[in-house]
């Protein structure tokens, strides 16, 4: 087993609390979280033209998110006025290669602001290699003249059982080694580490997120909100 691969393995191992897995183990049965299931009807929010003019004009945001940024959004927008305005394309379980796909879309028929903000990474625990190469792609859309916020990512399911809890907090960090990497590479990428926050301490854990995933409201939202807010109004 390689180093990259045995470190993953074991800061799963000590934020679920339980034994470390072979490689042969862990991708027993895929990457251990189980199936992405569909999500293209499931809850979204995205801005109109109405609402993406102004944010161009004043040099606002482009958000792109999963479900997190569809509960936590509006909350988010409201914290952030009145000096950045933000125009939204949240999906609910969405993963990155979708959400990607609307930047570029986005970019093509309206043009992009200098700061873009991706909330997205959680729905890629279910196949964590492919990440790294939609990051790489984010970036050559932007290009190396705008900022790219990204969210980091702290999935633990906990309607699963322990087995699954490991995978996905597993799977959690090799996306966040993913980005990590990236941002080597990449000087205008910059990472905001909701996974950090949430391990510096163990009552975050059950105290901000309300399923091992969402954040809880308003603890939670208002944490990652405010984590977020600090880094675009600072960055």
């Known amino acids: 087993m390689n180093t990259t691969r045995r470190r993953l393995f074991t800061i799963g191992a000590a934020a679920i609390g339980t034994t470390f897995l072979t490689a042969e183990q862990a991708f027993a049965d895929g990457y251990g979280s189980g199936a992405l299931g569909p999500w293209q009807n499931l809850s979204k929010q995205i801005s109109t033209m109405d609402q ?15 479900s997190i ?16 305005q933000i125009a939204v394309h949240n999906w609910s379980g969405r993963p990155t290669e979708p959400a990607v796909d609307a930047l570029e879309q986005w970019a093509q028929a309206y043009g992009l602001p200098t700061r873009i903000l991706m909330a997205t990474g959680s729905n890629d ?9 939609q990051v790489a792609r984010t970036m050559s859309i932007v290009g190396p003249n705008r900022k790219v ?22 799977n959690s960090a090799w996306i966040n080694l993913q980005l990590a990497d990236a941002q080597r590479k990449y000087p205008n990428l910059e990472i905001i580490r909701w996974a950090e926050f949430l391990a510096g301490k163990p009552s975050r854990l059950t105290a901000y997120l309300r399923d091992g995933v969402h954040t809880s409201v308003p603890e939670g939202q208002a944490a990652r909100n405010e984590l977020i807010a600090d880094a675009i109004e600072n960055g």
């Open 52 to 66: 993406i003019g102004p944010v161009l004009r004043s040099n606002g945001l482009f958000m792109f998110g999963d």
């Open 69 to 84: 940024s569809v509960q936590d959004g509006r909350a988010l927008a409201e914290r952030l006025l009145p000096n950045n």
């Open 149 to 170: 916020f990204w969210v980091n990512v702290q999935v633990a399911r906990t309607s699963q059982s322990t087995a699954v809890q490991l995978a996905d907090q597993r």
């Open 125 to 133: 625990i279910f196949t964590p290699p492919v990440f790294g190469a």
